[in-house]
């Protein structure tokens, strides 16, 4: 979806994470999974992989994608995962 594409590059942008960064996106039913989302480091060097649950509004998505943007910043940047700070 482009919308996604464009918060993407968005994300990248204003958190300073490299535009040569891969991330894919994908809206799924991870309903069961009991979360909006979730990042996972891919593994080829400098891919992310992020997972939204199809369930959620459309701003919800958006807060979501964003929210899982920090998380990527905080994996390239080998930090440790910190959900305050994503919020």
């Known amino acids: 979806m482009a919308l996604l594409e464009d918060i993407v590059d968005f994300c990248k942008k204003e958190l300073s994470i490299p535009q040569e960064i891969l991330v894919s996106v994908e809206v799924e039913d991870i309903s069961e999974d009991n979360v ?5 480091d891919s593994a080829e060097d400098d891919e992310y992989d992020i997972e939204i649950d199809t369930g959620l509004s459309f701003k919800e998505t ?6 899982e943007m920090v998380h990527v910043q905080q994996l390239h940047e080998n930090r440790e995962l910190d959900e305050n700070e994503a919020y």
Do not use: D, E, N, R
Not at 36 to 40: A, E, F, I, M, V
Not at 62 to 67: Q, S, V
């Open 62 to 67: 958006i807060l979501t994608l964003c929210h």
């Open 36 to 40: 909006k989302g979730w990042t996972t």
